[in-house]
Structures are given as structure tokens and as C-alpha cells.
């Protein structure tokens, strides 16, 4: 097989090949939090709380949406590393010509039906009346540009698959340079309020899906598409929908637990959505190292799947769980230690005095829980590289569940207290669920690909009571 600027990771030391693939992967999942951080930040300090609540209040919404196209193209990316970890070619084009034509029809489907109902949900939501026109604003904007985000996480998803975890993360700084340049000027300049932010995101996730796309065309010649590979075909198509579909249904689902969560915040008033909303993001920016080591291990889940070296897949999720613990350490006591300087990025210590401390109480409770959010993280991506998408799928309803039981239960008891402890709720009880379906996956694997291994052990033991007799 032709390897330019691919990687092939069913060889080599784990944790060698984990450390090098997740570094890049970290760099550009930090400058895609950027987008976000520099939304907040302008809008926190330049527009003041009540804008900065408008923007949060739309968060739970956003991940509903963004969230299942994003499991979608995270999904169809599986079959791809899955081929190239088999070596073989023909299907790698395949599988990328059907993720490329599902994800670009159902983006446009997605973007249209929820720019048509991004009001009714934040009504929905129980969004506070004095802030629900700037959030529909803003929210819209964001859906009228889901094929932009669509764009950049395909063609990022299908590089990913390929081995190469830099090429995604060049455009997306570059990108994110755009994106702060773009929302001081939209905002401060044009006086676009909060629209300005959303519209910075989506010129900034155009220009980085563009520049991902335009390297796949000229540097792989693995991607070369023939006539022949972009013939459509009922079969592979409908396995790529059973592998993406059941992932953007995860995160979806995942989402109405959120969702049911800032219901429950946005009754509790502006102060309480603001803090929300700046801790949250802050909380976001230290879970980037967990998502990058995610979406390490999906990509080698997938090949080594497709090699089917299960023994691997053990290896390097072992691997990732160290290094992760270490960081949940590290990361807990930096937030112990400045979390109230970390939220002045966003809150005016001195102007609301109140939602900063709001804040702290928020992003130390969360910090706290962190080592669970890893394993949900890692264990998750590991299934879902393994193609097991609907068991993954189940996992992020036990989140759904425990969060709205925290916003119909705990939060009218305890109030904002409560709510500060949905997500690790939801954490623990998707990791009780992953855990036991893990091992059970591995030992089913390891029955259905290599049934001879015990009778190779007999043989070997056969022959070592023979020598020895």
C-alpha cells in the first residue's frame, strides 16, 4: 500500500505511537476550544453577563445538533480505519467517497430543519425571556452553517483514519487566528453583537474544512478516486449509516440529558446561566486532553481492529489510561489553585461578584470527577473504533438518564449546588455501563477472530510435555 503522509499504527510501541499521534490531535483540539474561548471571552467582556448568558444558554442546544453530526462523521470515519489497518485500498476510497456524499446530504438536511426550530427549542428550554432573542440569534447562525462544521470534521475524520493527526490541526490554527480577528472586529468594530461571534465560527470552520480537503486531493494518492470507486452502493452505504448513525444518535442523546440540565440552570435565573456558561467553557478547555486521547485510541481501535491485533487495542488503551490519570491529577490542582483568576477571562470579578464565585464552585466540582470523564472518554472511542457504535450509543443513555434525574430531583432540592454535579453523575454511571461491556467485547473478539489460539496453547504444552518426557 502507498503510505505517503499516512501512518500506520498496528505496529510499533503503543505508547510510543500514542504519545505522537494524541500530541498533534491535543494542539488542534485546543485551538478548536479557542473558537469557543474567543467567543466567550469578546462577548463575556465587551458585551457584558447578560450576552455572555445568552450565548450559554445555547449550549446544550448546540451540542444536540453539532453533537450528531459530529457522531456522524466520527462514525463514518471507523469503516476507513478499519480498511487501511486491513491494507487494502480499494475500500479505504470506498468508504471515504460514501462518508463524503452521506455526510454532505444529511448536513444540508440538518442545517435547514434546525434553523427552523432553534426558537421553539430554546422556548422550550426555558431560556429567560430577556435573553432568548440574542440567543436565537446566535444559534441560528451556527445551524444555517452545520455543512461548514460538517466539512471540516469529515475531511479531518477521514486524514485522522489515514494516520495523519498534523494536517487537521495546521488549518484549524490558522482558522482560529481567523476566528479571533474576525470576532474583535464583527464585534467590537461592526457593532454585530453576538451575532458577530457566530459568524467568525462559521468563516473560521469553512476555511479549515477547505484547506483539509485541498491536502487530501494533492498529497494522497490513496485517495485517487476511479470512476469505479464512486459508484454508489446500497450496502456499504447502509454500513456506514450503522456505524455513524448510531454515534450521532450517542451524542444526541447524551445532548437531551444536557439539555434537560440547563433547563433546569436557566430556571434558576441570568447569574446562574452566566456562571454556567463561563465555567463550562473553561471546564471544555481542560477536557481537551481527554478528548484528544479519545480520539486516539478510535483511530487505533479501528486498525488494529482491521489487523486484528486485540492484544494491541488492550496495550494502548492501558497506555492511555496512565497517561490520563496523571493529567486528572495535575488538572484538578491547577483548578484548586487559579480557578478564580481562569474565570476572570470571561466575568468581571469585580462587576459580578456573585457568578464568579458561581463559577468556581461549578468548575472545582467537575475537576473533581475528572479521572471518570477520562475513562468515558477512552473506553468509549475504543468500542466505537472497534465498530461496536451502538453499544457506545447505550453508554451515552445512561449519561441522558443520570442527567435528568439530577435536573427533575437534585436540582429543585439543592438548587445551583445540584446542578454542579450533573455531569460527574452522568460520568460515573456511563463508565459503570462501559467498563463491564468493554471486557465483554474483548473476550467475544477474541472467540470469533482467533479460535485457534487455545488450541495453539494445547499444541505448545503438547509439545513441551514431549520434549521434556
Known amino acids: 500500500m502507498s503510505r505517503t503522509m499516512t501512518r500506520d499504527l498496528t505496529e510499533g510501541r503503543p505508547l510510543k505511537q500514542i504519545v505522537s499521534f494524541a500530541l498533534p490531535l491535543l494542539f488542534g483540539v485546543l485551538f478548536q476550544q479557542l473558537y469557543s474561548f474567543v467567543d466567550t471571552a469578546v462577548v463575556g467582556r465587551y458585551l457584558g453577563a447578560e450576552r455572555l448568558a445568552a450565548v450559554g444558554a445555547t449550549g446544550s442546544v448546540n451540542f444536540l445538533v453539532i453533537g450528531l453530526c459530529l457522531g456522524l462523521c466520527s462514525g463514518f470515519s471507523i469503516p476507513i480505519a478499519q480498511a487501511f489497518g486491513a491494507k487494502d485500498e480499494r475500500e479505504i476510497r470506498r468508504c471515504v467517497w460514501h ?3 452521506l455526510s454532505g446530504v444529511l448536513s444540508v438536511i440538518f442545517a ?6 432553534c426558537k421553539p427549542l430554546l422556548r422550550l428550554m426555558n431560556t429567560p425571556e430577556e435573553i432568548l432573542d440574542h440567543s436565537a440569534r446566535y444559534i441560528g447562525i451556527i445551524f444555517a452553517a452545520i455543512p461548514c462544521c460538517v466539512l471540516y470534521n469529515m475531511a479531518g475524520g477521514i486524514l485522522r483514519s489515514l494516520g495523519d493527526s498534523r494536517t487537521p490541526v495546521v488549518f484549524l490554527v490558522l482558522a482560529s487566528l481567523v476566528n479571533i480577528v474576525l470576532d474583535l472586529f464583527l464585534i467590537i468594530v461592526c457593532g454585530m453583537d453576538v451575532a458577530g461571534a457566530a459568524v467568525a465560527t462559521a468563516v473560521s ?3 479549515s474544512g477547505i484547506g483539509c480537503v485541498v491536502v487530501m486531493i494533492r ?3 490513496v485517495l485517487h478516486l476511479s470512476r469505479d470507486d464512486r459508484k454508489f452502493d446500497r450496502i456499504l452505504a447502509r454500513k456506514m449509516l450503522n456505524t455513524g448513525l448510531p454515534m450521532g444518535l450517542q451524542f444526541s442523546i447524551t445532548a437531551i440529558g444536557s439539555v434537560m440540565v440547563q433547563w433546569s440552570v436557566n430556571g434558576l435565573g441570568v447569574n446562574a446561566v452566566a456562571a454556567v456558561s463561563g465555567a463550562g467553557k473553561l471546564s471544555m478547555f481542560f477536557a481537551c486532553v481527554f478528548d484528544a486521547l479519545a480520539s486516539t485510541m478510535a483511530t487505533f481501535a479501528g486498525q488494529n481492529m482491521g489487523a486484528r491485533k486485540l492484544n494491541r487495542i488492550h496495550q494502548g488503551l492501558r497506555c492511555t489510561s496512565v497517561l490520563g490519570i496523571v493529567y486528572c491529577v495535575l488538572a484538578f490542582g491547577v483548578v484548586a489553585l487559579f480557578s478564580r483568576p481562569l474565570l476572570g477571562l470571561f466575568i468581571d470579578a469585580a462587576a459580578a461578584p456573585e457568578v464568579t464565585a458561581m463559577g468556581v464552585r461549578y468548575l472545582t466540582i467537575n475537576a473533581a470527577f ?4 477520562l475513562f468515558v472518554n477512552i473506553v468509549r472511542l475504543s468500542i466505537q473504533g472497534m465498530g461496536f457504535t451502538r453499544v457506545a450509543m447505550l453508554a451515552g443513555l445512561s449519561e441522558m438518564v443520570a442527567r435528568t434525574a439530577v435536573a427533575l430531583f437534585v436540582v429543585p432540592a439543592f438548587g445551583y449546588t445540584g446542578a454542579c454535579f450533573a455531569n460527574p453523575a452522568a460520568w460515573v454511571m ?4 462501559l467498563f463491564p461491556c468493554y471486557f465483554q467485547i474483548m473476550r467475544t473478539l477474541r472467540q470469533r477472530l482467533m479460535p485457534d489460539a487455545a488450541e495453539v496453547r494445547s499444541s505448545r504444552k503438547i509439545l513441551h510435555l514431549r520434549k521434556a518426557a
Open 112 to 117: 435547514a430543519a434546525s434553523v427552523l426550530l
Open 99 to 101: 462518508a463524503v456524499l
Open 219 to 221: 498529497r494522497f494518492p
Open 430 to 433: 456511563a463508565d459503570l455501563f
Open 370 to 373: 475528572y479521572i471518570p470523564l
Open 205 to 207: 470552520q469553512l476555511l
